[in-house]
């Protein structure tokens, strides 16, 4: 049988507020999202594996949106009524913020829940797996996986945890959230990959989607990795 579980990091109604990078908070509407959202679940149903599905979500979408991501997902959590994580995903003007609460709010859930897993894959929400993702370059169940750019960044879209260092894990993302309490903005990509360690570097993620934030020529760019 199969352990692994995703976890999808989802905000479908982003509000106005702007980035500290950009004036707005994304370019896409909330049906757009909610359907690319839709396309993240159904690429990892598509390894069909047993794979499990944990959607975290911070913002108001209407009942039916609920109940279609619902049915769709192993476990769902609404954060929208935790004012703490609402501020951070939908007030504050620091990108990933909210994620690192949404992030420490699964966590939370898995322990509650007794959840077993072998590995523990996280994914933005509005991304999906492609063709050239492979579970087995993935299976250093030693080491935390991520694609690492340069010195002083790498990928957050899509990264995984091995069940032996969750608890490592979570300490990151404490770290990380109160680095993000009391700095200035400051990217996550530049964050969570360098401090978990020990660390495997991949170079095909096997991921794509498009980027919410307008380029300078006014075009939403295809981010695969």
């Known amino acids: ?3 692994d579980i995703f976890i999808i990091t989802s905000v479908i ?3 106005n507020n702007p980035w500290s990078y950009t004036n707005y908070r994304s370019c896409f509407d909330i049906q757009t999202r909610f359907e690319q959202t839709l396309q993240t679940i159904e690429s990892i149903r598509n390894l069909n594996d047993g794979t ?3 959607l975290v979500e911070c913002s108001q979408i209407d009942e039916t949106m609920t109940n279609i991501l619902k049915d769709k997902v192993d476990y769902f959590i609404q954060t929208y009524d935790d004012s703490s994580i ?3 995903c939908l007030e504050s003007n620091k990108k990933g913020f909210g994620e690192i609460k949404k992030l420490e709010k699964a966590c939370q859930f898995i322990k509650d829940n007794n959840i077993n897993f072998n590995r523990l894959f996280k994914i933005s929400g509005r991304y ?3 063709s050239s993702f492979n ?3 993935y299976n250093d169940n030693d080491k935390f996986t991520f694609k690492i750019y340069d010195s002083i960044g790498g990928s ?3 990264y995984s945890v091995p069940n032996k260092l969750f608890d490592v894990y979570i300490e990151k993302l404490e770290y990380t959230r109160k680095f993000y309490e009391t700095n200035p903005p400051t990217g996550i990509e530049t964050l969570i990959p360098l401090i978990c360690v020990p660390r495997y570097n991949i170079e095909i993620l096997g991921v ?3 980027v919410a934030v307008l380029n300078d020529k006014g075009i939403s760019e295809l981010y695969t990795a």
């Open 13 to 15: 109604n982003t509000g």
């Open 135 to 137: 579970k087995t370059n």
């Open 156 to 158: 957050t879209v899509l």
């Open 52 to 54: 499990k599905i944990l």
């Open 1 to 3: 049988m199969n352990n």
């Open 128 to 130: 999906f797996l492609i």
């Open 208 to 210: 794509s989607g498009q």
């Open 86 to 88: 609402r501020g951070a």
